[in-house]
């Protein structure tokens, strides 16, 4: 498990200015589940990525895998593969010369398998790394970091620059190493919507700061979104008194409610108010977070890019 504790990280900027970078922030990312960091460019999720993964020192709290510091740990270090947004390959190297390097660097590191994914990503393994496309480099760092074989990868701004075929290929490859070999991915982006379908938990990071963390089915069980038309005003003004109501949008007499309940405590609410029309409808990650965060007063459309 990677547990991180009051994290915090300040630079100073210009000689003089200090920026808080990452702000307290307490994780838990449980093994074998895929955790989501979420949050515009600049809202710390680079500098908290290579704080996980032992590249630079915080100043302030804790970060552990398995209980033990990640930083100046080379132990701890052998558990992770860290992706940078902008990865490093040799200057004059190939994909195969990259593998050589990895499996000197991780005894887990499986070239046979590494290949094998080269060969079905269509990179070839001699040509020169400096002549592929961004895509082509963002895909040729996620089969390298599968293939080292360690239980946790990190990957900064994950699909950035994969069309849509490959970026969900790449997700089918995270979702049998789950499966296969325990692998715990952690994915960062500035795009919710490129993620969400593929993360057991999300944190929504905001000028250094954890707004929101949590399991995305808990998220979903424990709000609804109800569309109704009540029979008259005073219906409605009785069914919102039972409601803890998150937001509320009206268009003429059709009402648009995020609630705060499971689906089987709002139908039980309904049953005695008159409505000429009630549906439940299910919600997406997007609107669970503008509605989580509206209630803590953020507006996430003006933090998450879509």
Not at 155 to 180: C, H, W, Y
């Amino acid at each position: 498990m990677i547990e991180t504790m009051h994290l915090t990280k300040k630079f100073r900027v210009e000689g003089k200015r200090v920026v808080t970078a990452v702000n307290d922030v307490s994780l838990k990312l449980e093994d074998a589940k895929v955790f989501g960091l979420v949050g515009t460019n600049g809202a710390g999720k680079s500098t908290l990525l290579r704080i996980l993964s032992g590249v630079m020192k915080q100043d302030d709290g804790m970060v552990c895998i398995d209980r033990e510091p990640v930083y100046d740990n080379p132990e701890s270090k052998a558990k992770l593969f860290f992706v940078p947004s902008d990865s490093y390959f040799f200057s004059t190297g190939c994909p195969m010369d990259m593998g050589v390097y990895y499996q000197c660097v991780y005894d887990t590191f499986d070239m046979q398998k590494y290949l094998k994914l080269l060969k079905s990503f269509n990179l070839d393994p001699e040509r020169r790394i400096s002549e592929f496309s961004k895509g082509m480099k963002k895909q040729l760092s996620i089969l390298l970091a599968l293939s080292a074989g360690t239980r946790y990868v990190l990957l900064d701004e994950t699909f950035d620059g994969l069309d849509p075929l490959v970026r969900q290929a790449m997700k089918s490859l995270f979702a049998n190493e789950i499966v296969s070999r325990g692998l715990t991915p952690v994915l960062s982006s500035h795009n919710l919507r490129e993620i969400e379908d593929i993360c057991d938990s999300i944190g929504l990071l905001h000028q250094g700061g954890l707004l929101l963390s949590s399991d995305i089915e808990d998220m979903k069980l424990g709000m609804q979104k109800i569309q109704v038309v009540f029979a008259s005003e005073e219906d409605r003004k009785n069914a919102e008194a039972m409601l803890h109501i998150l937001t509320h949008e009206s268009r003429g007499r059709l009402h648009t409610y995020t609630v705060s309940a499971s689906r089987e405590e709002t139908e039980q609410k309904f049953r005695g108010v008159p409505t000429v029309f009630f549906e439940v409808l299910p919600l997406s990650l997007e609107e669970i977070f503008i509605s989580e965060t509206e209630a803590s007063g953020y507006d996430i459309r003006k933090i998450i890019l879509n």
